[in-house]
């Protein structure tokens, strides 16, 4: 038996589902199971998975993994991981992806000679939209109508992780236009779009700071909706968005450049975490703060920091 652990969006779920069809297909693995993880499980990162068979895709590098896939340039938690790292037969780090999907696909093609199904290249390709936000208008980024895009909205809704976890079973077999018809996704799809025309309207009265370029919106309310592109599509001059939102792993502070007016020059959004016990990309990064007087002071200090920088 052998567990994937992935990071719970739609980059990771995809991950794991290609991840588990190539690795049954096309390496012999049997009892392929999968479970979600966030930057809360850093903490323990050395003893994680401790005794069991596993890989991890979309996330921190770990040594002990079997099977490994990333894409993000913050992945290596300390010199030691880094230096332990080698380009093999079973793990590939490319920073220069958008996404981990087309790692594990490429990978598997020239390394294992497995041909992966239309469906996940479709997949892909959506993943590499979606975590880059490479979508084309903020409009599209809050209201556009593709299957990928309302599953990926529909996560914001998932009841508990075990919705997770059934996307994976289902992108495995499952094209997205009818993983997006299952009575649970659309349920949450929908309740996420209503949510969203909440957030939008909510968003300006939670904004604690604000300049011309950047500002910090405290969301911890469980009675604030939320919505990742609402600063960019209602201040679209801006050029950097800090918020602070609860999840079930606690206290999450997001930092993010607009994808609409990317910044000239700032600060890698992913190395600034990183120093935060988090990680993520140029344009976009996060962290779990441990307490919430932390996290309104790592706020407002990144705040300042980006202000500056804008």
């Given at each position: 038996?052998?567990?994937?652990?992935?990071?719970?969006?739609?980059?990771?779920?995809?991950?794991?589902a290609i991840l588990a069809e190539a690795l049954e297909q096309s390496r012999g693995e049997a009892h392929v199971t999968w479970a979600g993880v966030n930057f809360d499980r850093t903490l323990e990162w050395d003893r994680f998975g401790a005794g069991q068979r596993f890989a991890v895709v979309d996330f921190h590098?770990?040594?002990?993994?079997?099977?490994?896939?990333?894409?993000?340039p913050t992945t290596f938690l300390d010199e030691r991981h880094q230096l332990a790292f080698r380009d093999h037969d079973r793990a590939c780090f490319d920073p220069e992806a958008k996404s981990c999907p087309p790692i594990i696909l490429r990978h598997a093609a020239e390394r294992w000679s497995w041909e992966a199904p239309a469906r996940f290249h479709d997949l892909a390709r959506w993943s590499d939209i979606i975590d880059s936000a490479s979508y084309g208008t903020a409009e599209q980024a809050l209201f556009g109508t593709e299957p990928a895009l309302r599953i990926s909205r529909a996560l914001t809704c998932a009841r508990d992780y075990d919705f997770q976890d059934r996307l994976v079973a289902m992108?495995?077999?499952?094209?997205?236009?009818d993983i997006?018809?299952?009575?649970?996704?659309?349920s949450c799809a929908q309740r996420a779009e209503r949510n969203r025309d909440s957030a939008l309207e909510a968003f300006p009265a939670n904004i604690v700071e604000q300049t011309p370029r950047a500002m910090f919106a405290d969301l911890r309310s469980k009675k604030i909706r939320r919505e990742r592109f609402a600063p960019f599509y209602l201040y679209p001059e801006l050029n950097y968005a800090v918020t602070l939102l609860p999840t079930r792993a606690g206290l999450h502070i997001t930092v993010a450049s607009n994808p609409w007016n990317r910044p000239v020059g700032g600060p890698h959004i992913g190395h600034l975490m990183k120093s935060y016990g988090g990680g993520g990309h140029q344009g976009v990064g996060g962290c779990n703060p441990p307490s919430e007087s932390k996290a309104f002071s790592w706020c407002e200090t990144l705040f300042a920091q980006l202000a500056a920088e804008a």
């Open positions: 038996m052998l567990c994937i652990y992935y990071h719970r969006d739609f980059d990771g779920i995809a991950s794991a590098f770990h040594p002990q993994a079997e099977y490994w896939f990333d894409h993000h992108m495995r077999m499952s094209e997205l236009a997006i018809e299952d009575s649970e996704v659309l």
